[in-house]
């Protein structure tokens, strides 16, 4: 097991060169001069010029690419044009405040599509299983950005029930920064007033980022469930009498949610790209609006950063994707 | 003595696209108290369905049009899903499945899904002064371990432990039987159990049947399309044809003088007697358009006029099996 997790880390360096590799090159494309966006706009050909030197835009691309793999493999990411301090540490100011979100979105996805695709599954070609189906279409087709402003206009503007955008109301004061988690900080800070309010303010953002992984997984999940129900042993439990509860929760459910769970990994992608609309409509002070911010500004170090970071996130997930198979299904683990 | 388990005139269709499919026609059977009925038939006999009628699971769409289960004085098709369960299965009904392989749970341990079952339906499930929570669980594991010891499963302390491809065909099959008899029931529905198994195996598997009857003071309902099986196992048949119980009495006295002509037919093309490949020309009827008159009479080398008339009424012939045939009308 520990010999599996340690050769899936190993392949993933590659991928993540391959990726480092193929962002340098794309983001050379763009037609935007980095040493001029450093200068700003009043400075003169000279301060150029010896921008250009000072960061070694005046060497080979190799040779450059080569430098930012080497600072890289010591985890120094460079310095924002923007903000002028170190990617890195804008990252972890901002990095709780993604995986906040994104691990609330995910927990919603998980904990409502799941049983709604039993559901589905279960009453094949009846009307819950219509209705889930329309459903799960409309929230694989809606846009993310669109479902967020009806989201806004109906629970905000309209009943007034949730804060329309940002991570804490302006008149609460921030709890002392511990985890960087304003949830969990907030109960450090023992302020159930600021608790209350952080999650009231993640409700919507989480819900809309949620949506297009949900109706994957009732899909998923309805497929599997489906699958199941057609297999030998299902029978064989029910004329051995199995409660029909426990054998839907526990005997069917666990021989249908191998691909659920593949497809969570993959929809980490979407939650992460999903992360940059909902993160800018909610003024989400997050990576997403972060990379926002660096791409309309040609901030090259924070571009590279964050692609970096995501390929990371994505590779790790799917390591841990692999490995809840292997617990899930005890066949997988011996062949691997 | 009145029988464990009595089938009479079982007819179920199921709705399918192409309209009502009569699956079972008019079935009867009888399994006297600590014997073993072979109900043998050809693939898409209704022999999957009659079981799934008796066991109340059948599939979506399908419904009992006339007859009657009885099993232990009680009539099966007047429970409900929940009474059964409660009352009924694994409890009274024991079920051995056709592919060992398949019918286990992947995923499970083998332990887990046994105690599943005593859990719910183990003899002291309803007992108040038993044992309850880690002492009853105890002691359905010793029971479990004793069965399989008894089943001649490899490790059975261990056995328990691994999941279901840890274990070969044959032994897998032991656990199955194992799991049948754990909460005790007094009739034991068996799916075709050797189907899936090597002749040798097969062979082992069919001596503890036969052991474990006598035992565990079972009645054992053994279905198959193997003569050869019937012959080495059962005490009484029941032969089956395009859901319609064709001939039926003592294993000895069909076997040696076969009346209903598909009986004979059976008997005459399985590879210990038969002389040529041939088989029985022609094929079973299909479920949606059943011909008037007997059913097996476009197959029938015998047949006349007066079979296509009507379907033919049960008549006592000279072996004294019941036949359902012009001849013995």
Known sequence: ?336 | MMPVLSVRGLKVSIRTDEGMAEILDDVGLELERGRILGVVGESGCGKSTLIRAIMGILPRGATIDRGEVWFEGENLLAFSEAELNDQVRSSRIGFIPQDPLLALNPVFKVGTQMLEVMRWHAPDAKDPTGPRGGARRKAHVARLVGLLRRMQVPDPETALERYPHQFSGGQRQRLLIAAALACAPGLVIADEPTTALDVTTQHQILLLLRELVAEFGISLMFVTHDFGVVAELCDDLCVIYAGQTVEKGPVQAILEAPSHPYTRALLACHPDRATTFLGIPGSVPSPLARPPGCLFAPRCTDARTLCLAGRPPQGLAPSGAEVRCVQFA
């Not at chain 1, 994104?102 to 996805?109: D, G, H, K, M, V």
């Not at chain 1, 900080?185 to 809309?208: E, K, M, Q, S």
Request: proline share 5%.
């Open chain 1, 1 to 336: 097991m520990l010999r599996f997790v340690l050769r899936r880390c190993i392949l993933v360096l590659p991928s993540l060169f391959g990726l480092l590799l193929v962002t340098f090159l794309l983001i050379r494309v763009v037609p935007s001069d980095p040493a001029m966006a450093l200068a700003g706009d009043a400075a003169t050909p000279e301060q150029i010029e010896r921008l250009r030197q000072q960061y070694g835009l005046d060497r080979p691309i190799w040779e450059q690419f080569a430098v930012y793999v080497g600072k890289v493999a010591t985890l120094d990411l460079g310095e924002s044009a923007f903000s002028r301090r170190p990617v890195a540490v804008d990252i972890a100011q901002r990095l709780p405040a993604t995986l906040a979100l994104t691990f609330c979105a995910l927990a919603i996805s998980v904990f409502v599509g799941v049983p709604l695709g039993v559901i589905a599954g279960l009453t094949h070609n009846a009307w819950p299983d219509y209705l889930l189906r329309v459903f799960s279409v409309l929230g694989i087709a809606v846009a993310a950005f669109w479902f967020a402003i009806m989201l806004q206009l109906l629970f905000s503007m309209e009943l007034g029930w949730l804060p329309l955008r940002g991570e804490l109301s302006p008149t609460m004061q921030r709890p002392p920064r511990v985890t960087g988690f304003m949830v969990v900080d907030a109960l450090i800070a023992g302020r159930f007033d600021v608790f209350t309010d952080a999650l009231r303010h993640l409700v919507l953002p989480a819900v809309t980022l949620s949506l297009g992984g949900l109706a994957t997984i009732v899909r998923f999940t309805r497929a599997g469930v489906l699958d199941t129900l057609q297999q030998d042993f299902v029978f064989y439990e029910r004329a051995m009498g199995y409660r029909r509860r426990r054998l839907v929760w526990i005997y069917v459910l666990r021989n249908s949610v191998t691909a659920t769970v593949t497809q969570i990994g993959l929809l980490f992608g979407g939650l992460i790209a999903g992360g940059v609309v909902v993160e800018a409509i909610f003024d989400w002070p997050g990576i997403g609006s972060y990379t926002v911010q660096a791409i309309l500004t040609g901030d090259r170090q924070v571009m590279l950063a964050v692609t970096l970071l995501v390929g990371t996130v994505y590779a790790v997930v799917n390591i841990l994707i692999d490995l809840v198979h292997g617990l899930l299904d005890p066949r997988l683990m011996e062949r691997a």
